[in-house]
């Protein structure tokens, strides 16, 4: 009974260490494009002159390169979209990486490892690439942010399994930090230019 005991505090003691024990990660370099661990955002051309909150997201791996499903089975290695404009990081600590199946920090347990747990943040990264190699590219069901979404519920981000499309949009856009002003020129000038040639025509309509 004592052996059983003693065994059962150093297989915690193993798992807390094993949860926690997380590589540190290298700063964030928007010149090389390289952000650990972030979320990352850049407007769409022609989609985001008409709706600028509208664009494409991609995930990092820890080493700070970007991810991104930018077609029908085929996830991007660096952004497909150009230069990233907005990011956010994303805190490990708040994932859950199990070492078996009772390690789970988590309180989903099962369902999280039959949805397909992750030890480390890159090993989930790496099982939703595999799965959207087979998914086909819909703009408004199975797109970028439905691969970000995949991710996160692999980590089972903030102890969710529930992150969707929609969840991924609001994360980014509320909390994103704009890498430069030049990244909110690049996003909403084409907007404005837009919207004052509407402004434009209308007004020439209705003096005619």
């Not at 920090?105 to 087979?134: N, P, V």
């Not at 499309?165 to 084409?190: C, N, Q, T, Y």
């Amino acid at each position: 009974m004592a052996l059983k005991g003693a065994y059962d505090v150093e297989h915690a003691s193993s798992t807390s260490r094993i949860q926690h024990e997380l590589w540190p990660l290298d700063g964030i370099d928007p010149k090389k494009a390289r952000f650990p661990c972030c979320l990352i955002w850049t407007p769409l051309p022609v989609v985001s002159w008409l709706a600028p909150f509208i664009g494409h997201v991609g995930i990092c791996r820890e080493d700070g390169t970007i991810l991104d499903f930018s077609g029908s089975n085929f996830v991007n290695v660096d952004f497909a979209f150009g230069a990233a404009a907005r990011y956010f990081q994303l805190d490990r600590e708040q994932c859950c990486f199990p070492p078996n199946l009772t390690g789970h920090a988590c309180k989903h347990g099962y369902k999280h490892s039959e949805y397909g747990a992750a030890i480390t943040w890159d090993d989930a990264l790496q099982s939703s690439m595999r799965h959207f190699e087979h998914k086909t590219y819909n703009l408004f069901t199975c797109n970028c942010h439905s691969f970000v979404a995949n991710c996160l519920n692999r980590l089972c981000y903030g102890g969710s399994m529930d992150w969707n499309m929609i969840d991924v949009a609001i994360l980014i856009l509320s909390k994103g930090h704009w890498i430069e002003w030049k990244s909110i020129v690049r996003s909403f000038l084409p907007f404005a230019i837009v919207l004052c040639l509407v402004n434009a025509d209308c007004f020439v309509l209705g003096n005619k």
